[in-house]
């Protein structure tokens, strides 16, 4: 069963227009939400991070929110650039697990000129 | 400061044979887990070791295995392999203690194709 479930395998946004990615969750034992990026032939870098004790962190252009009722996080990009342009995976982890992380299958963002 | 480095970066191998893949993570880093990514499925945990133990277990066969070495270098090997094993097995490290959660370094990944 898939416990992060990104739902959008693409987007495409105009530059300098915002970007939405959503993350659906089902175990509410996740306590820790992470984004990466992934360019291809690279690996996933990290982006941003949000404890369960949030509902919001910022960091720049980028910002994640976090509905625990809903068990829904978002990722907004403000404004999109070209650069932007890669493969975005939400991943949680339920705390005391280490470097084992749940991921989602991924959105393609493509940010157009 | 070097990041996360993996050998080799691709190989083919064939129905049946075995794989060992290698990774050598960040300096002073303990921490060291593997991920596998195919099409559509995203990263899926494999498994991870700290201080030459294995921490955290994925649902995967045990066809699938891996070891740390006392200098944090972590090699996985699979045996057996099948057509549906093709896919890029990424390591990460990580800096933090036992018990934490914290951000993963990712290494570039070996892409693996079994023919």
């Known amino acids: 069963d898939q416990q992060v479930k990104q739902n959008s395998p693409s987007l495409s946004v105009q530059e300098g227009r915002i970007s939405i990615l959503n993350c659906d969750y089902t175990?509410?034992?996740?306590?820790?939400f992470l984004w990466y990026k992934k360019y291809p032939a690279e690996g996933p870098t990290f982006l941003i991070s949000i404890s369960s004790i949030k509902d919001k962190n910022e960091d720049g252009r980028f910002t994640v929110f976090l509905n625990k009722s809903a068990k829904h996080l978002s990722l907004h990009i403000v404004p999109s650039q070209p650069g932007d342009s890669a493969v975005y995976f939400c991943a949680a982890s339920d705390g005391n697990k280490g470097g084992k992380l749940i991921f989602g299958q991924g959105t393609e963002l493509s940010v157009k000129p | 400061k070097a990041g996360v480095t993996q050998t080799p970066r691709y190989l083919i191998k064939t129905r049946g044979q075995q794989v060992t893949l290698s990774c050598s993570p960040i300096s002073g880093h303990r921490s060291v887990s593997w991920y596998q990514q195919t099409p559509g499925q995203g990263l899926q945990f494999l498994f991870e070791y700290f201080s030459e133990t294995q921490r955290n277990k994925g649902n995967f066969p045990g066809r699938f295995s891996g070891r740390q070495f006392s200098n944090s270098r972590s090699e996985m090997n699979v045996s057996t392999l099948e057509l549906g094993d093709s896919a890029l097995y990424l390591c990460?490290?990580?800096?933090?203690?036992?018990?934490?959660?914290?951000?993963?370094?990712f290494g570039e990944g070996s892409r693996l194709t079994v023919l």
């Open positions: 175990n509410s034992m996740f306590d820790y």
């Open positions: 990460a490290s990580s800096p933090q203690p036992e018990g934490a959660t914290g951000e993963l370094f």
